[in-house]
């Protein structure tokens, strides 16, 4: 796989082997990293659980334009919207990609704690930015997943962030530092489609997205081999009373990541990781920028359209553009809703 991109003398092509480095074999692979995270992810999912012995009701009131008024009696930390979803139609839980509960942008999967209203969000709404933005950031996890086992054992992969960039940016993105000997590498468009086709697997796989809120210590435990997250860790605490982290996995992977992200990995259709750029910080060590591009199911694009895209998404996406980009879409948003106004 992509290991075998860079490896260069340490594969041996005629005798099929691996040959690792000391440092390597002392420290634990990427492989195992995923798999302690997910393990300690299970259990502590567990625990909460145990925190409701006794099954709760509790009542949800549909306020969408379809039904309006319906009510559904929940099981309490057990029932999602996506069981709501299903109470109403098969168009419902196939097509909505996020709830509002009392107003707040929802998981589909994550459990309802309390007595709510809700409405659900779909690809095709009129204002579509909470979905777009769930969207975007569930690619960029994909995508963090997909590098992250894409080196095997041979090199590390360090996962920085996906930086919170809008649909209009071009590219959905994930920054990462790669071992050091890999500094001059750069990637080729046989890695991009090697890459791109172990996102479709993992696409294909339909893996629901799930949400958990964690003490800050408990997700301190699982990033502890990752001071990026272990800084991020610490920042996302810091903003609530509680010390609590959000948590997100698909599969067998977890990330610290904003929320909330959209209902299954199948809900991607045309997906493709396009460029990878060098970013010029003033740390010592080489961040990558790796971006990509990619459509939903419910919305799918002409070929031209989509090669059109991809070109876009090779741009570099910056911190400054994307604000920019975001101000312009909110100032041009906020315009036609001036202009509704005037029009009444």
């Known amino acids: 796989m992509a290991a075998r991109w860079v490896c260069g003398g340490l594969w041996s092509r005629s005798q099929g082997r691996r040959f690792l480095s000391t440092s390597t074999v002392s420290r634990l692979t990427s492989e195992e990293v995923i798999q302690m995270r997910n393990e300690l992810f299970c259990k502590e999912k567990e625990r909460q659980l145990s925190l409701y012995p006794r099954i709760e009701k509790i009542e949800v009131k549909y306020t969408g334009k379809s039904h309006p008024g319906s009510v559904f009696v929940m099981n309490k930390a057990l029932s999602t919207p996506y069981n709501c979803a299903m109470h109403l139609s098969e168009w419902h839980y196939k097509r909505s990609v996020l709830a509002l509960v009392d107003g707040e942008a929802w998981d589909m999967y994550r459990p309802l704690t309390k007595s709510c209203e809700i409405q659900f969000l779909t690809f095709k709404d009129e204002d ?12 960029a996890m ?16 360090n996962l920085i962030r996906a930086p919170e960039v809008p649909v209009i940016s071009g590219a959905f993105c994930y920054d990462i530092i790669l071992d050091d000997r890999l500094n ?35 997700a301190r435990e699982m990033f502890q081999h990752n001071r990026y997250k272990l800084e991020m860790i610490e ?37 493709e990781i396009t460029t990878a750029h060098n970013l010029q910080t003033n740390q010592s060590e080489l961040i990558r920028r790796f971006q990509g591009v990619s459509l939903p199911v419910h919305l799918k694009a002409h ?25 312009e879409h909110h100032e041009a948003k906020d315009g036609t809703e001036e202009e509704k106004t005037a029009s009444i």
């Open 128 to 139: 579509p930015e909470e979905v777009n933005k769930a969207y975007w950031r569930s690619c």
């Open 303 to 327: 070929h031209i359209v989509w090669h059109k895209l991809l070109e876009r998404s090779k741009r570099l996406v910056t911190e400054e553009k994307y604000l920019e980009a975001a101000a």
């Open 235 to 271: 920042q996302k605490a810091s903003q609530n009373m509680e010390g609590i982290v959000m948590l997100h996995r698909f599969g067998d992977f977890v990330d610290v990541s904003e929320g909330p992200h959209i209902p299954r990995t199948s809900f991607c259709f045309q997906y």
């Open 184 to 218: 001059d590498w750069k990637p080729t468009n046989d890695n991009f489609r090697s890459l791109t086709r172990d996102a479709g697997k993992l696409i294909q796989k339909d893996l629901p997205f799930e949400t958990l809120h964690v003490e800050a210590k408990i």
């Open 142 to 157: 994909i995508m963090a997943c997909v590098l992250k086992r894409a080196f095997k054992d041979e090199y590390s992969v």
